[in-house]
């Protein structure tokens, strides 16, 4: 996920004593992180969408493939329980 790849890029930066573009790329993953929050949570779905339709509104169908979002840290904690529900429900 480009977020987290942002974020542990900004780690880097501030190891390497870059703090122009750690500050810059933590912007850009909390942009990205809003903006995924913002236009891809289903709420009927209880996930994120896959795709966005030709009017920019979330394809609202239940697929495994947002299932690595919970294991980025990039969604929200109550969003990465809800959706890891949905994909593994209790016995």
């Given at each position: ?6 974020r ?44 966005l ?21 990039s ?5 990465a ?11």
């Amino acid at each position: 996920m480009a977020e987290e790849a942002l974020r542990r890029g900004a780690d880097l930066a501030e190891r390497l004593g870059h703090s122009a573009h750690r500050d810059a790329w933590r912007a850009r993953a909390a942009s990205l992180r809003q903006r995924l929050e913002a236009n891809l949570w289903v709420e009927e779905t209880g996930s994120f969408a896959l795709a966005l339709d030709g009017r920019g509104r979330p394809c609202a169908i239940r697929t495994s493939n947002p299932a690595h979002l919970p294991f980025t840290g990039s969604i929200a904690l109550e969003r990465a329980r809800r959706s890891c529900t949905r994909l593994l429900p209790s016995q």
